[in-house]
């Protein structure tokens, strides 16, 4: 905790005096920790509701690119094919565009993330498959 105040060009004395005052009080101390040790603030109970909605709408959204080839086609096997081009693509939209916004590059981010998902949904239609039969 100290180094933080340290940080600040303070003196030994007052880091000293200011630590201990912070130490006195385990809610005061928590909360200094939570917010400039670890960067974390304390969540909003609002936002909750709004947090589910916006996960839930993208799980949902989400299993309907895998899943949208078998309402159009009539042959499995063909939804099949298609189901997994149609999710090597938006993989590799979706892995862009989290690199692109992040701190990677969109071509390295997007062919990571779908090649990493790709394989284990190769097994899983596999195994899907071999279920089936």
């Keep these: 905790m100290a180094h933080v105040f340290r940080s600040y060009g303070l003196d030994e004395a007052t880091v000293g005096t200011v630590v201990t005052a912070i130490r006195s009080e385990r809610k005061r101390w928590v909360d200094f920790m939570m917010k400039f040790e670890l960067g974390l603030e304390e969540p909003d109970p609002k936002r909750a ?25 009539r042959s499995i096997h063909s939804a099949l094919i ?13 892995g862009y565009i989290k ?26 239609d596999l195994s899907s498959r071999s279920i089936s039969r």
């Design 49 to 73: 509701s709004r947090s589910a909605l916006t996960i839930a709408g993208s799980y949902i959204a989400g299993g309907m690119i895998p899943l949208a080839p078998y309402f159009f086609l």
């Design 82 to 94: 298609v189901s997994v081009i149609v999710t090597l693509l938006a993989l590799l939209v979706f």
């Design 99 to 124: 690199g692109r916004f992040g701190d990677r590059g969109g071509r390295r981010t997007g062919s990571t993330t779908s090649c990493s998902t790709r394989s284990r949904k190769s097994w899983q």
